[in-house]
Structures are given as structure tokens and as C-alpha cells.
């Protein structure tokens, strides 16, 4: 799965948005039982400590997968030059680590595409008064 809407290069949207709702009503869980749905809801427990918004609502998180006991997250930052990536990738990956089941979890940050301000949800937006 590569997150990445090829139409319009547009991150995919978190398991709890329209587009991505399971049709059975829940994303069957991968080996060893982790599901998609928790490592969601743990990644909107990171934040960038610069701007009160989680990391999903940010539109940061481009791709999550579950291979086994291995979570491997996509991300971006708000700007490449950000110096407090590695300590926003570094909370993502001990978070998911703290999970059950996982073993191993890996964050790439990635640029492509250039994270802008349309990327934030709606609820983002509300949080950050853009509504």
C-alpha cells in the first residue's frame, strides 16, 4: 500500500475519513492482531510540539502498513528544514513500538509530496481557528 492517491499525489486519508471506510465496518487485523485502526489512533497522539494539532489532522502521515509485527509509517514535516523532525519521527516510532504486538517500526520522512495547508483536515482546521 502506497498511501498515495495517484490522481492527485494527495496523502491518503486516515481509516476514519470516507474514503478510506471499510466496507465490513473495521480493516481485518493483520498477523499477530494489530489492525490499522490502533496505529491511527496512536499516530493522532503525536504531535509536532510547534503547533497544537496532531500529526494525522496535520496531513503529515502519507502511508501505514502492517507487515506482520512490523509497522512502517510515511510521513512529511511542515517544511524540510524542520528541526524538530527527528523528534517528531523519534515520538512516532516509540509510540508505535509501545503497541502489543509490534516489534519493529520504521518512520521515513518523505517530501514527495510537499506537505501544504490543504492537507489539513477539517478537524485541523477547526483547531487551528482556519474555520
Known sequence: MDG???QNSA???????PANAPVSGATPP???GLTEEQIWVVLR???DPEIPVNIVDL???YDVAIAGNRVDVKMTLTAPGCHLGGMIAGDVQNKLMAL???VEANVELVWDP???QSMITAEGRKA???E
Open 59 to 61: 496531513g503529515l502521515v
Open 11 to 17: 496523502p491518503a486519508s486516515p481509516p476514519d475519513s
Open 128 to 130: 487551528l481557528g482556519m
Open 45 to 47: 497522539e503525536c504531535y
Open 4 to 6: 498515495l492517491n495517484p
Open 114 to 116: 510537499p506537505w501544504h
Open 30 to 32: 493483520a498477523a499477530g
Open 100 to 102: 502489543d504486538g509490534v
